[in-house]
Nanobody, 126 residues
Framework: QVQLVESGGGLVQAGGSLRLSCAAS????????MGWFRQAPGKEREFVAA????????YYADSVKGRFTISRDNAKNTVFLQMNSLKREDTGVYYC???????????????????WGQGTQVTVSS
């Protein structure tokens, strides 16, 4: 069992940056693939980015490639999402998720993940 707590969300102007953090409980953080998803108002939750256990491999949705960077610090049980050049369409609740199996080929699927945080709100204004 792992508990995930996101932080770092807020209100930012278009073109600005935010850095989200997700802190995980437990001693086995380094054994989990980690992902970020988001849900905009009235829309389904969608994949944003994922990172393998070691951090050596990362995966991104096309909509955020070149603007967002996922990283992790296994010593601090934390995964990050650096978001630059934010757009209004990036607005939503951002969730981090953990997968026990490191199923990287399915990192973009919600059902791959075993544990989810409560989410943090990101609002991008024009």
């Amino acid at each position: 069992q792992v508990q995930l707590v996101e932080s770092g969300g807020g209100l930012v102007q278009a073109g600005g940056s935010l850095r989200l953090s997700c802190a995980a409980s437990g001693r086995t953080f380094s054994t989990y693939m980690m992902g970020w998803f988001r849900q905009a108002p009235g829309k389904e939750r969608e994949f944003v980015a994922a990172i393998s256990r070691s951090g050596a491999s990362t995966y991104y949705a096309d909509s955020v490639k070149g603007r967002f960077t996922i990283s992790r610090d296994n010593a601090k049980n934390t995964v990050f999402l650096q978001m630059n050049s934010l757009k209004r369409e990036d607005t939503g609740v951002y969730y981090c998720a953990a997968d026990r199996t490191n199923y990287v080929s399915a990192s973009m699927l919600e059902r791959t993940y075993d544990y989810w945080g409560q989410g943090t709100q990101v609002t991008v204004s024009s």
